[in-house]
């Protein structure tokens, strides 16, 4: 006898073979369990340093992107925060983090809150900062973004089960400077 169960629980078999005359008969019984309940997901917050108030670790980052205040840009909150670029040259700075999503979440929501100054006020994208989970584009910012801070918002849910790498990227070009401020980042499960 084969087959797969569709539902827990305990079932008793007999089974008789007949040949001519003389049979026999066995009975047996098995149990199927049901499935363990997945671990539940508990509300929580992943990333560590959100703020960058400690430093930099465990944020991977270019020199001198963690700066404070009094450094020429504002935190969103608390004192400091990260700087990618802002010289006017062609620069490439970098603001990255490892974490990994527990598989039985059903949400993950990754927010930060972006500031953007620009000297470049034209209308063509010329400094872009571009946020990443891996090597997959999340969201891409410009020059033509520039505003005081405002909250983005990322949906992850797609990477539960996954370790990703977070990254910031901040790519400027020779022409005007642009800044890309970012602060709070964090990464919210449920």
């Given amino acids: ?21 003389a049979s026999a008969r066995a009975t047996f019984t098995w149990t199927v369990a049901a499935a363990p309940a997945p671990t539940p997901c508990p509300a929580a917050q992943l990333l560590g340093n959100t703020g960058l108030e400690s430093g930099t670790a465990p ?11 009094g450094d020429g840009e504002v935190a969103h ?9 802002g010289y006017g040259t062609t620069h490439t700075d970098t603001l990255a983090q490892s974490v990994t999503i527990p598989a039985t979440c059903k949400s ?8 953007i100054d620009s000297q470049d006020t034209g209308t063509v ?8 989970a891996g090597s997959t584009v999340l969201a891409t910012y410009s020059n033509l973004n ?38 709070d980042v964090a990464l919210t499960v449920g």
């Fill in 1 to 21: 006898m084969s087959g797969t169960p569709t539902a827990a629980g305990t079932s008793t078999v007999t089974v008789t073979a007949t040949s001519g005359t």
């Fill in 59 to 69: 944020w991977t980052t270019s020199p001198y992107v963690v700066s404070a205040t």
């Fill in 77 to 85: 909150a608390g004192s400091h925060y990260a700087w990618l670029d």
């Fill in 108 to 115: 993950a929501t990754l927010t930060f809150w972006l500031r």
């Fill in 125 to 132: 994208a010329q400094d872009t900062l571009t946020v990443k």
């Fill in 146 to 183: 520039r505003s005081g801070y405002t909250q983005k918002s990322v949906n992850l849910a797609a990477y539960a089960g996954q370790k990703v790498t977070l990254t910031f990227t901040g790519v400027e070009n020779a022409s005007l400077a642009t800044s890309f401020v970012v602060d």
